[in-house]
């Protein structure tokens, strides 16, 4: 059942608009923006609750609580059918980076015609939706957007279904305090992923080169995954340009990549199903 959610989830990502109030994230910011009004209007049990929240774990559970009562719905109704249709609009809803997406076209479009002001822009709305703060070329941002947008929601999903997915795009999307306690969480959900979606840059790239530096990534830790992420990548495939005015054709071979990458964890996930292992 989770391998067809799954293909038919991401079909239907790159043919169907979502509404934008389906995204996740926009669930998420109500959920939090209720709960907001609902600790001003005072109470003792709100202020317990607003209390219990000034605490990382009280903010985690809290935030997560919508994908803890959807998860608990599905299973007390025991419907195949409503799970296969949740895990594809869960998928689908967690996957949607239309931000991203439209600035990488509009970023491709400027560098073909030579237009470095509105490449300049794109590359920041794609920055932007990337969640990185510091300087970084395109093909490291893209390669992050595919492992929170689309790799993550997947392995979590394998993992732990509905409420997998659910939650880490709950943790991923939620307004937050910046504090070193939130950047440590942050860490721990996108280690495993970023460290199993490297190892199909293993098989779909430059092994013999790319093994030292997954192995590097694995035992140095806690490492920063986007640099994880990119080391990697750089040495499983070739991202340096043919000359310095071409700046989209790093973009392409990431995004090749990052397409067999997703393609052989879908061939790898399928043959697990047929053999009876998932």
Known sequence: MQLLAILLAYSLERSVTLSRNLHWRRIVLRWQQWQAKKTQLGGDSQEKISEWR???????????????????????????????????????????????????????????????GATAEQLRQIRRAAGVHDAAPVHDLLAWIHLRYY??????????????VLAYATLRDMKHPHSKAWTQLQLIINWLPTRI??????????????????????????????????????????????????????????????????????????????????
């Open 197 to 278: 979606m490297t190892f199909g840059f293993l098989m779909v790239g430059n092994f013999g080169k790319a093994l030292p530096v997954w192995l590097s990534s694995v035992g140095n830790t806690p490492q920063n995954n986007f640099a994880a992420l990119s080391k990697v990548a750089a040495a499983a495939e070739q991202l340096e340009p043919g000359h310095e005015d071409d700046v989209t054709s790093t973009a392409l071979t990431t995004v090749a990549l990052l397409k067999r990458n997703l393609l052989f964890f879908i061939v790898l996930l399928a043959v697990m199903t047929i053999a009876g292992w998932f």
């Open 54 to 116: 000034q605490h990382l774990l009280g903010e985690v559970v809290w935030a997560i609580l919508p994908a803890l009562i959807i998860t608990f719905v599905v299973l007390l109704v025991d419907s195949f059918l409503l799970s296969f249709v949740v895990g594809v609009l869960a998928l689908l809803a967690c996957m949607q980076c239309g931000q991203a997406r439209k600035a990488y076209k509009a970023y491709l479009e400027a560098a073909n015609l030579g237009d470095t």
């Open 151 to 164: 790799f993550a929601p997947l392995f979590y999903y394998v993992l732990f279904g509905i409420f997998g």
